[in-house]
Nanobody, 116 residues
Framework: VQLVESGGGLVQPGGSLRLSCTTS????????MGWYRQAPGKERELVAT???????NYADSVKGRFTISRENARNTVYLQMNNLKTEDTAVYYC???????????WGQGTQVTVSS
């Protein structure tokens, strides 16, 4: 099973980016998919998660600016990021979880840099 992120890049403060994460090699649907990020010198932190029935969870720091969405049948997850701030600069990782399995699947990450 492979998760691949795309859509990262360099953007000015106040700008927008849309991240995508696609899955290949799976014969199952993830119950939960989400986005995490890791800035230099910091631990990986949750950005947003969404379970297949539609419940969404956001970090306080991104509420009102970021929106997570999914295509459940395709194990694809998106992150629309608006009004980006310099503190959003990080490597963004997507993940997938099947409830009851002792395993989390991760992508390789995509760099998001917010700078003027």
């Amino acid at each position: 099973v492979q998760l691949v992120e795309s859509g990262g890049g360099l953007v000015q403060p106040g700008g927008s980016l849309r991240l995508s994460c696609t899955t290949s090699g799976s014969r199952f649907n993830f119950n939960s998919m989400g986005w995490y990020r890791q800035a230099p010198g910091k631990e990986r932190e949750l950005v947003a998660t969404m379970i297949s029935i539609g419940n969404k969870n956001y970090a306080d720091s991104v509420k009102g600016r970021f929106t997570i969405s999914r295509e459940n049948a395709r194990n694809t997850v998106y992150l629309q990021m608006n009004n980006l701030k310099t503190e959003d600069t990080a490597v963004y990782y997507c993940n997938g979880v099947v409830f009851g399995w002792n395993k989390t699947y991760w992508g390789q990450g995509t760099q998001v840099t917010v700078s003027s």
